[in-house]
């Protein structure tokens, strides 16, 4: 007899840490949510929405879906980039509207290489299409507008053009405008737009295992390149990818399903490539391979370059559970809850996978049962214990989970209602759409040595709001300078519109968690470069760093309040920010002790020539201070090495006190030999 499995209760403090979602490197902080015993609603539920217009009917399991990425995402540059994936029988090629588009965009790009000689005549363009009323090319005339590219920089009329655009279906302008209003906080209408796409990207995600977390990759680590990442990112050009393949030719089943995975997702600088992947998939499965077996099913059934056929999925993920991959039964339980590949629906078979595979730790398990409770599909409907299941799938990095919440906090059901948080979580599911292609082009681009390309394409996810993408664009424009080929008004940028594109890059990825963009923006505002200097705006940006447990955040604040510069002057409140520097980074013991020892002297030499010396060595010794920032160490310490001319100033001054200050030495004993 099969006993009902018991759902988790929620009893104590959740905390869902979604770094499996959220793969951020050292520069960004994981996204951490909390929900208390506040957030779940009390006594019975009722299972109808607090406002029913808000959003859609709840959907049941969705669908695999097997559209291109050009209807999933339409207006997609990537028959720019991925010609070799465009379908034949695709608009792209029978709609001249289309056609026009897709000129513009070859023609945008190739100007960003050439220097932007003809820019203006390739907006001209993109003007008179967007006129004719295609969606698409006004989105792109948006991002000239936004970016200030042959176009006067005017935000409202970016906001005008993806407004249009957004209405008529483009994506990028949905994600854009979204991410304005999020900004704006005006989360009752950033939610629907997010949950749109949220939608989207969770029905191109597989049934039955979790798809790997591609992220945009950071191509900087603070000031320099992220080699080692970047290293690992060169596709087929890669040594240890190039090894693996070596191994999968001589028969390592390992290897094939490796190489596989690569094609499939496009992991690590690999071009997808669908047919490569079945084929080695394919091989793997000759040598017993169970994990090739499961994405053999997942391919069937999603018809990702084969025909689709729902019998031979089952079959491949039957054949796959057997060998004890346990993410399988998830994609068994899909089919039969769908009524795909078998008779008819068998609601109470496909919830004993779903346990079987929850059982066994798989996070689509309990995600799965989730949804059973939820619409009440094979049990009882049950609003709470659809939450707690969630719960634990997305304690575990299921993105799906986090999509169910996010419509839970979206309507009220299960959960308080909580827009900003529903917001949150649709925006981190749906930068997870075919769309995040963009990112892998800029990246190639990058790696090819194409600046230009990269940069357009990491400003244009900028604009979609990926944290990431602005961080990447911002350190092109300052690593690079005028070779980031940054198109301005007329021509390349000049040095102010890139200084103040690069300010306005560091200042939303800063927002978004940043710490060392924030860090960027507090020297912006210190030094008035780009910008007006400013140091309330300057401790506001440091306040913001510190808040993320910032080292250097902390010396900064420290300093402002030792010199009362944007913050009160108070020389306890300084050592305390020094000393948490140095709790946090033990690399900042020289700094500290140094500047430990400016305040040693400020307490105990105040109104001093000392005390003059420390705040005016700078501006005196401009010429040795701009040596400091370029060769010695990183801009905005410098004075440093003002603290440790002081130090021994101090330390000379304390002996020559000391030597003065010891007692004559005592007159010789009288001799009482001698004759007077």
């Given at each position: 007899?099969?006993?009902?499995?018991?759902?988790?209760?929620?009893?104590?403090?959740?905390?869902?840490?979604?770094?499996?979602?959220?793969?951020?490197?050292?520069?960004?902080?994981?996204?951490?949510?909390?929900?208390?015993?506040?957030?779940?609603?009390?006594?019975?539920?009722?299972?109808?929405?607090?406002?029913?217009?808000?959003?859609?009917?709840?959907?049941?399991?969705?669908?695999?879906?097997?559209?291109?990425?050009?209807?999933?995402?339409?207006?997609?540059?990537?028959?720019?980039?991925?010609?070799?994936?465009?379908?034949?029988?695709?608009?792209?090629?029978?709609?001249?509207?289309?056609?026009?588009?897709?000129?513009?965009?070859?023609?945008?790009?190739?100007?960003?290489?050439?220097?932007?000689?003809?820019?203006?005549?390739?907006?001209?363009?993109?003007?008179?299409?967007?006129?004719?009323?295609?969606?698409?090319?006004?989105?792109?005339?948006?991002?000239?507008?936004?970016?200030?590219?042959?176009?006067?920089?005017?935000?409202?009329?970016?906001?005008?053009?993806?407004?249009?655009?957004?209405?008529?279906?483009?994506?990028?302008?949905?994600?854009?405008?979204?991410?304005?209003?999020?900004?704006?906080?005006?989360?009752?209408?950033?939610?629907?737009?997010?949950?749109?796409?949220?939608?989207?990207?969770?029905?191109?995600?597989?049934?039955?295992?979790?798809?790997?977390?591609?992220?945009?990759?950071?191509?900087?680590?603070?000031?320099?390149?992220?080699?080692?990442?970047?290293?690992?990112?060169?596709?087929?050009?890669?040594?240890?990818?190039?090894?693996?393949?070596?191994?999968?030719?001589?028969?390592?089943?390992?290897?094939?399903?490796?190489?596989?995975?690569?094609?499939?997702?496009?992991?690590?600088?690999?071009?997808?490539?669908?047919?490569?992947?079945?084929?080695?998939?394919?091989?793997?499965?000759?040598?017993?391979?169970?994990?090739?077996?499961?994405?053999?099913?997942?391919?069937?059934?999603?018809?990702?370059?084969?025909?689709?056929?729902?019998?031979?999925?089952?079959?491949?993920?039957?054949?796959?559970?057997?060998?004890?991959?346990?993410?399988?039964?998830?994609?068994?339980?899909?089919?039969?809850?769908?009524?795909?590949?078998?008779?008819?629906?068998?609601?109470?078979?496909?919830?004993?996978?779903?346990?079987?595979?929850?059982?066994?730790?798989?996070?689509?398990?309990?995600?799965?049962?989730?949804?059973?409770?939820?619409?009440?599909?094979?049990?009882?409907?049950?609003?709470?214990?659809?939450?707690?299941?969630?719960?634990?799938?997305?304690?575990?990095?299921?993105?799906?989970?986090?999509?169910?919440?996010?419509?839970?906090?979206?309507?009220?059901?299960?959960?308080?209602?909580?827009?900003?948080m529903a917001t949150s979580l649709y925006k981190?599911?749906?930068?997870?759409?075919?769309?995040?292609?963009?990112?892998?082009?800029?990246?190639?681009?990058?790696?090819?040595?194409?600046?230009?390309?990269?940069?357009?394409?990491?400003?244009?996810?900028?604009?979609?709001?990926?944290?990431?993408?602005?961080?990447?664009?911002?350190?092109?424009?300052?690593?690079?300078?005028?070779?980031?080929?940054?198109?301005?008004?007329?021509?390349?940028?000049?040095?102010?519109?890139?200084?103040?594109?690069?300010?306005?890059?560091?200042?939303?990825?800063?927002?978004?968690?940043?710490?060392?963009?924030?860090?960027?923006?507090?020297?912006?505002?210190?030094?008035?470069?780009?910008?007006?200097?400013?140091?309330?705006?300057?401790?506001?940006?440091?306040?913001?760093?510190?808040?993320?447990?910032?080292?250097?955040?902390?010396?900064?604040?420290?300093?402002?309040?030792?010199?009362?510069?944007?913050?009160?002057?108070?020389?306890?409140?300084?050592?305390?920010?020094?000393?948490?520097?140095?709790?946090?980074?033990?690399?900042?013991?020289?700094?500290?002790?140094?500047?430990?020892?400016?305040?040693?002297?400020?307490?105990?030499?105040?109104?001093?020539?000392?005390?003059?010396?420390?705040?005016?060595?700078?501006?005196?010794?401009?010429?040795?201070?701009?040596?400091?920032?370029?060769?010695?160490?990183?801009e905005g310490n410098a004075t440093i090495v003002?603290?440790?001319?002081?130090?021994?100033?101090?330390?000379?001054?304390?002996?020559?006190?000391?030597?003065?200050?010891?007692?004559?030495?005592?007159?010789?004993?009288?001799?009482?030999?001698?004759?007077?």
């Amino acid at each position: 007899m099969h006993h009902r499995r018991n759902p988790p209760s929620t009893t104590y403090l959740l905390t869902l840490l979604l770094s499996s979602l959220l793969l951020l490197q050292t520069s960004a902080r994981p996204f951490v949510l909390v929900l208390s015993q506040d957030d779940l609603k009390d006594g019975p539920i009722d299972d109808t929405p607090d406002d029913p217009s808000s959003v859609a009917d709840w959907d049941e399991f969705g669908e695999s879906d097997s559209r291109s990425d050009e209807e999933l995402d339409p207006g997609s540059w990537r028959p720019i980039f991925e010609p070799d994936d465009s379908n034949s029988g695709s608009d792209s090629v029978i709609n001249p509207q289309l056609e026009e588009y897709y000129s513009s965009v070859r023609k945008l790009v190739d100007s960003v290489s050439d220097g932007g000689r003809s820019m203006q005549d390739v907006a001209s363009e993109i003007e008179s299409v967007a006129a004719s009323g295609n969606p698409h090319a006004q989105s792109l005339l948006g991002l000239l507008y936004n970016l200030g590219m042959a176009r006067e920089r005017n935000g409202a009329k970016s906001f005008m053009y993806h407004h249009f655009a957004a209405d008529s279906g483009n994506t990028h302008s949905k994600l854009a405008r979204a991410y304005t209003y999020t900004r704006q906080e005006l989360h009752e209408k950033a939610v629907v737009l997010y949950a749109e796409l949220a939608e989207t990207a969770v029905n191109s995600f597989l049934i039955s295992k979790d798809s790997p977390v591609i992220e945009p990759v950071r191509i900087h680590n603070g000031a320099e390149e992220n080699k080692d990442a970047l290293r690992k990112s060169r596709g087929e050009e890669d040594e240890d990818f190039q090894i693996l393949e070596y191994q999968a030719q001589k028969g390592n089943a390992a290897a094939m399903y490796k190489i596989g995975i690569f094609y499939y997702f496009g992991l690590r600088g690999v071009r997808r490539d669908h047919s490569k992947a079945f084929s080695w998939f394919s091989k793997a499965v000759e040598k017993g391979e169970p994990r090739s077996m499961e994405l053999l099913g997942e391919i069937y059934a999603r018809g990702d370059g084969v025909k689709r056929n729902y019998t031979t999925a089952l079959e491949w993920l039957t054949l796959a559970s057997k060998h004890q991959l346990y993410s399988a039964y998830n994609g068994m339980g899909y089919l039969y809850v769908k009524g795909y590949g078998v008779e008819q629906k068998n609601y109470t078979k496909a919830k004993e996978y779903f346990e079987k595979a929850a059982e066994h730790k798989e996070a689509g398990g309990h995600y799965n049962l989730g949804v059973m409770y939820l619409k009440g599909i094979g049990v009882k409907k049950d609003i709470k214990a659809a939450c707690n299941y969630f719960i634990v799938a997305a304690n575990a990095g299921q993105p799906k989970a986090f999509y169910q919440l996010a419509k839970m906090f979206h309507t009220g059901i299960g959960l308080k209602k909580n827009l900003p948080m529903a917001t949150s979580l649709y925006k981190l599911v749906a930068e997870r759409g075919p769309w995040i292609s963009l990112s892998r082009w800029a990246l190639e681009s990058y790696l090819k040595g194409e600046i230009g390309k990269a940069f357009l394409l990491y400003s244009r996810m900028a604009e979609l709001g990926y944290e990431v993408a602005q961080s990447n664009a911002a350190w092109i424009l300052d690593k690079y300078g005028e070779a980031s080929m940054c198109m301005g008004e007329s021509g390349l940028c000049t040095d102010a519109e890139r200084h103040q594109r690069a300010h306005s890059l560091w200042w939303q990825a800063s927002e978004q968690g940043n710490e060392h963009a924030a860090l960027l923006i507090g020297d912006a505002y210190y030094y008035g470069r780009g910008t007006e200097r400013d140091y309330d705006r300057a401790a506001d940006a440091y306040m913001h760093a510190k808040s993320q447990l910032n080292a250097q955040a902390m010396f900064n604040l420290g300093y402002m309040h030792e010199h009362g510069q944007g913050l009160p002057l108070d020389l306890h409140l300084a050592k305390r920010y020094y000393d948490q520097a140095l709790e946090l980074d033990s690399a900042a013991k020289l700094p500290v002790m140094l500047a430990l020892a400016s305040l040693w002297v400020r307490v105990n030499y105040a109104n001093t020539f000392l005390v003059d010396l420390i705040d005016s060595l700078p501006h005196i010794y401009p010429k040795a201070d701009e040596w400091i920032k370029n060769v010695v160490l990183e801009e905005g310490n410098a004075t440093i090495v003002t603290l440790f001319v002081c130090l021994l100033t101090v330390l000379y001054l304390r002996e020559r006190q000391r030597r003065q200050a010891a007692p004559a030495p005592p007159p010789p004993p009288p001799n009482d030999n001698i004759v007077n």
